[in-house]
């Protein structure tokens, strides 16, 4: 998006002198609508004036949130480099990772080219929203292609939803991910973990039906007695 007017009309107001370059109307400050819009030559010159970049409107989302969100890359890139903070949440406890990975496009590989420049500069995988679903619940939920980048960023795959008590491999086997539950298995998943439910993986997997995941998990040690399990309260 050509933002140049943009740029011109807001240089035009800074020459007046006297303005409060965070100030809010409405939630918004000039960083929050010039990254939600996309005008990335505004964006910069608002940096290079000194403009708060991590100010957040009155849902707590942030201008990098909302330039993810948005899908405005360089605008994010923008911000990142100005030193913005990717793990800030806003009220649903939702980071900029969260938010495009939760609330994202019919675009899935839009999505996901904002969540990759996120983890790379980044971004805290583990962190999980109001919801107890962290960047790979939602990865297996909406089946978005990140397993693999999300592992290599320090996600753990034995995490469990605090809401739920499910763990991603249970999360995996409910949502049909079958070979994406093969490829957390043999990541060396916790096999003994149950849910609130006190259910285990092998549980999930026998009342699916996915019978290679049930195979996989039994040769691989999961125990059949739920006994023997740890539970998840």
């Known amino acids: 998006m050509c933002s140049g007017n943009k740029l011109a009309e807001a240089k035009a107001l800074w020459e007046k002198g006297d303005i409060d370059l965070n100030f809010s109307y409405v939630g918004n400050t000039a960083m929050l609508r010039a990254a939600e819009k996309g005008f ?39 911000l990142l480099n100005a030193g913005a903070d990717k793990n800030l949440a806003d ?14 496009y019919t675009d899935r590989s839009r ?16 962190l999980a929203d109001n919801s107890g679903n962290n960047a790979l619940n939602y990865t297996i939920q909406y089946g978005y292609d990140l397993i693999n980048a999300l592992i290599e960023a320090g996600a753990d795959i034995n995490k469990s939803n605090k809401n739920t008590g499910r763990s991603v491999l249970i999360d995996a086997i409910v949502n049909n991910r079958e070979a994406v539950a093969i490829a957390i298995i043999e990541k060396g998943a916790d096999l003994c973990h149950a849910d609130n439910s006190g259910q285990t993986a092998l549980h999930h997997a026998a009342s699916k039906g996915l019978t290679s995941v049930a195979s996989l998990l039994l040769e691989k040690g999961a125990p059949s007695d739920c006994q023997e399990c740890k539970w998840q309260n």
Do not use: C, Y
Request: proline content about 1%; charged content about 20%.
């Open 111 to 126: 999505s996901e080219a904002v969540a990759l420049l996120l983890l790379q500069n980044g971004a805290d995988p583990n």
């Open 40 to 78: 990335i030559d505004v964006t910069k010159w608002l940096v290079e004036i000194g403009a708060a970049v991590d100010f957040s409107d009155t849902h707590q989302k942030t201008a990098l949130m909302k330039a993810a969100h948005a899908g405005h890359v360089d605008v994010m890139e923008a």
């Open 91 to 104: 009220r649903n406890n939702r980071t900029a990772l969260l938010s495009v990975l939760a609330e994202g």
